[in-house]
């Protein structure tokens, strides 16, 4: 039996190891209960990071510009982790959010499943008025209607045994000077901006969960 039913956990501000262990519970947990031939969960992971810049496995140390001792001066740690992409950074005023879902609930491949993540913070981003889209070749959901264009939210994934790590970082009242100590998922070529960059105001970040829940439902539920 599918199980398509998602909950949401919200973990307010936890460091990333912290963040990570949990995913791995998670996983692990999902995967004893295909191991066993019972339904699996589907789970949404909220949580903003204090500052900390990841870098994906096949990821480029180059891409972080600064010294061991710059990020000490910057409050911010340097992660290797196991999910795709290179680079990003998570901090303070960006909701992350790391879907723990079995892929086989909705008879998808990672692919799909990337698409669906975009769609939902592009349906998101239209709620204020905003019109984002995707790049080919470079997962994300930008902005583009400017010279250079300018990602909002980062998607890095994992899948093991059709179970999901990791997920997207979607910048909302964000500090964008820390982006400018990396190359952004390995682009020298591409900016970043923030919802509330967009806005030109600060934006309540319960209010975008709110609407990032709302999305995640209607968007896995056309599957």
């Not at 949990?22 to 589907?42: D, R, V």
Request: proline share 4%; aromatic share 12%.
């Amino acid at each position: 039996m599918k199980n398509r039913k998602i909950e949401f956990v919200d973990l307010g501000v936890v460091d990333y190891p912290q963040a990570y262990d949990l995913q791995l519970e998670y996983l692990n947990q999902n995967i004893e209960l295909k191991n066993n031939a019972q339904p699996t969960k589907n789970t949404v992971i909220f949580v903003e990071h204090p500052h900390v810049y990841t870098l994906g496995k096949h990821g480029d140390r180059f891409n972080l510009k600064i010294s061991d001792q710059k990020l000490k001066e910057i409050n911010a740690i340097f992660v290797r982790t196991d999910r795709g992409g290179d680079i990003t950074y998570h901090g303070y005023g960006q909701i992350v959010a790391y879907p723990i879902f079995d892929l086989d609930n909705w008879d998808i491949l990672i692919r799909r499943y990337i698409y669906a993540l975009e769609e939902v913070i592009i349906r998101t981003l239209q709620e204020y008025g905003l019109q984002a889209t995707r790049l080919e070749k470079a997962p994300g959901v930008w902005m583009v209607d400017r010279p250079i264009p300018e990602k909002i939210c980062a998607i890095g994934v994992r899948v093991s045994r059709g179970i999901t790590m990791h997920g997207f970082a979607f910048n909302i009242n964000t500090d964008l000077r820390y982006f400018d100590y990396i190359n952004p998922c390995g682009f020298t070529d591409k900016g970043v901006t923030s919802l509330q960059k967009e806005l030109g105001r600060k934006v309540d970040m319960n209010e975008v969960k709110e609407k990032l829940k709302k999305y995640f439902l209607e968007v896995f539920d056309e599957f």
